[in-house]
């Protein structure tokens, strides 16, 4: 990822192709973590409009009275705006249980985006963030859980820190998971999260994701991100569009 913040005018935001979710296209979360960096509130919504290209300059828009845009030519990418804190109620289970889950991924039978940053299976430690998941021993599914510790590679500004698109993107697929994207494929169209405190680089956390409800294409659900101790440190809402795999390069 590079970001050209200089007097330049426009600003100009990349995505490097490391950071990818469906196959030519950014993580929504992680994206949308970038472009919450930029409008610096404690709560921030992001909406996307289209697919985020890779390794492309896109023009960062301030949005002045209205919402900040990401813009790649005259197609409009992304808006992201100051919001409400999400107001998810979810509780951290275990380590242990979060280990046991993520075991039971259900990715890992069929996988539309096998290569995404965040929960892909093709991903390799150290490379994708690889937060696989699983529906909770005892829940009807729709709750999960998945282990993460955060590697050097995703040092922020403070080198003992993620930056704030990290802990964006772990809470954006455990959500998509709450559902069952192999059955539904589906990509994240709107994201609301704070960020309390940054994960920590080398210590375990646990991420949780609940599905809340469904109404036709949209799936609607909820995430959390808790440290080593157990405290919730980001959440999220968001809303996701259930999609034809063949246009975003899904295997079928």
């Not at 196959?23 to 919504?45: D, F, I, T």
Request: glycine share 14%; proline share 10%.
């Amino acid at each position: 990822m590079s970001v050209s913040t200089g007097d330049e005018a426009p600003a100009k935001l990349t995505v490097g192709r490391r950071f990818n979710g469906p196959p030519g296209s950014a993580n929504g979360g992680y994206l949308a973590g970038l472009l919450a960096r930029r409008v610096g509130a404690p709560a921030v919504r992001v909406t996307l409009r289209t697919p985020p290209p890779l390794e492309t300059p896109m023009e960062v828009a301030p949005g002045g009275d209205g919402p900040l845009r990401l813009l790649h030519g005259d197609a409009l990418v992304a808006e992201a705006e100051p919001a409400d804190a999400p107001s998810t109620d979810l509780r951290p289970v275990s380590p242990e249980t979060a280990a046991g889950a993520a075991r039971g991924f259900r990715g890992q039978s069929g996988h539309p985006f096998a290569g995404c940053f965040v929960c892909g299976t093709d991903r390799a430690e150290g490379d994708g963030l690889r937060v696989l998941a699983g529906p909770v021993p005892g829940s009807d599914g729709g709750l999960v859980a998945a282990p993460w510790t955060p590697d050097a590679s995703m040092a922020g500004d403070d080198p003992r820190t993620t930056g704030p698109e990290a802990a964006w993107a772990a809470l954006d697929c455990p959500g998509g998971w709450a559902s069952d994207v192999h059955e539904r494929p589906m990509v994240l169209g709107r994201m609301t999260a704070e960020v309390v405190r940054l994960p920590e680089i080398g210590k375990p956390h646990v991420v949780m994701g609940r599905l809340l409800r469904t109404d036709g294409r949209k799936v609607f659900t909820a995430t959390a991100l808790f440290d080593h101790e157990g405290a919730r440190i980001a959440s999220a809402e968001a809303t996701w569009i259930v999609i034809d795999p063949k246009d975003f390069g899904a295997a079928g």
